[in-house]
């Protein structure tokens, strides 16, 4: 029984991003951009400056304000913070 | 051998009245064998369903879960495998960006592709130029593929299915956060999955079709929504952000 190959696509869950249509927030994406060269388009030490950037979306009320931990942004080390233990293999 | 003989020799000493009862009872028998089969081929239909469900075979998404309810989850009731899992797995993220033809943008990634761990939620742009003269209202669609790793793939915020425009000769940043699913990495399923593409598509809206307050340059620009199913709790998350109004002069 061959399984049913569909395209999966749903709305994005928090909705659509708003244009930046004057670029007020460029230049934090170009730093991000640049960073993600340096690091071979790894995307997790550039964290950082994708934080930042979508702090001044928030600013600019380009993005609804939330904590973007709940958004995953950190993954696993928001987990090791919230529950107080540390990321590592478990404790029985 | 021994027992088919000792059966042939029962049947052909009782042979008659046996035969004559096992007729109506073999008729009995298959008819019911053939409602049987008939009713578990009608069964199928949700018997299937339910094991989709349950599997997430074939792609099937198991209800629909935002990733802050998925964080806490993984805050409250970690689960040390899938964690684990998770944190050694790396998966490379390829981009792929279209236009229709009769859409005279420029539409690109602005990175080729980029490496996430599943469980951490990454941004990427893509950005688009309008190459004309005039406002041109375009919205976009997307696929996820393979499809086994779809299912994995949570959009949180990016620029499709809205309608988007842009003056004549505006090029803008489109930004995409998503995330993807720690569970992927202990599906077996996936496990041979390390690159997944993300493939966007521009799609022209004609003038034709647009609404007269949206001819009218200066008013600002209405939220219409073009995709399957979009939940009404997209327009109210984006009922207090700043609609941008658009006049040619600037």
């Known amino acids: 029984m ?20 004057f670029g007020e927030c460029k230049q934090l994406a170009q730093d991000y951009l640049t960073c993600l060269e340096k690091n071979e388009n ?6 950082d400056l994708a934080k930042r950037y979508f702090e001044c979306r928030m600013d600019r009320k380009l993005m609804v304000k939330q904590d973007l931990a709940e958004l995953g942004i950190d993954g696993p080390a928001f987990l090791a913070s919230v529950s107080g233990r540390s990321s590592g293999p478990a404790h029985r | 051998m021994n027992q088919q003989s000792r059966f042939c020799s029962s049947s052909a000493s009782f042979r008659k009245p046996k035969s004559q009862a096992t007729a109506a ?13 008939i009713g578990f081929s009608y069964a199928t239909v949700p018997l299937y369903k339910i094991f989709c469900a349950a599997t997430g075979y074939g792609g099937t998404v198991s209800g629909v879960e935002t990733v802050e309810v998925k964080m806490k989850r993984r805050a409250e009731h970690p689960n040390e495998k899938v964690e684990r899992a998770a944190e050694q797995r790396e998966i490379t993220v390829w981009f792929n960006s279209d236009v ?7 539409f690109a990634p602005t990175q080729q592709n980029v490496r996430v ?13 309008n190459k004309t003269d005039k406002p041109i209202t375009g919205y976009s669609v997307y696929n996820v593929t393979p499809d086994k790793a779809a299912v994995y793939f949570n959009k949180i915020q990016c620029f499709c299915f809205e309608e988007q425009r842009l003056r004549g000769h505006e090029e803008v940043d489109m930004p995409v956060f998503f995330y993807l699913d720690p569970e992927m990495a202990s599906d077996w399923n996936c496990r041979n999955i390390d690159d997944i593409t993300l493939s966007y598509m521009f799609h022209r809206v004609a003038d034709e079709d647009l609404e007269e307050e949206d001819l009218d340059d200066n008013a600002p620009t209405l939220i219409k929504l073009h995709g399957p199913g979009i939940p009404p709790s997209t327009l109210t998350a984006n009922s207090q952000l700043r609609v941008t109004s658009l006049s040619p002069a600037a």
């Not at chain 1, 790894?42 to 964290?47: D, L, Q, T």
């Not at chain 2, 229709?100 to 420029?106: F, I, K, V």
Request: charged fraction near 20%; charge should be negative; glycine fraction near 8%.
């Open chain 1, 2 to 21: 061959a399984p049913m190959s569909r395209n999966i696509t749903s709305a994005p869950e928090k909705g659509v991003f708003p244009l930046d249509h």
């Open chain 1, 42 to 47: 790894e995307a997790r030490p550039c964290n």
């Open chain 2, 25 to 37: 009872e073999l008729g009995l028998y298959w008819g019911a064998a053939a409602v049987g089969m």
């Open chain 2, 100 to 106: 229709a033809q009769d859409m005279p943008w420029e």
């Open chain 2, 117 to 129: 761990r599943p469980g951490q939620s990454t941004l990427v742009f893509f950005t688009a130029k």
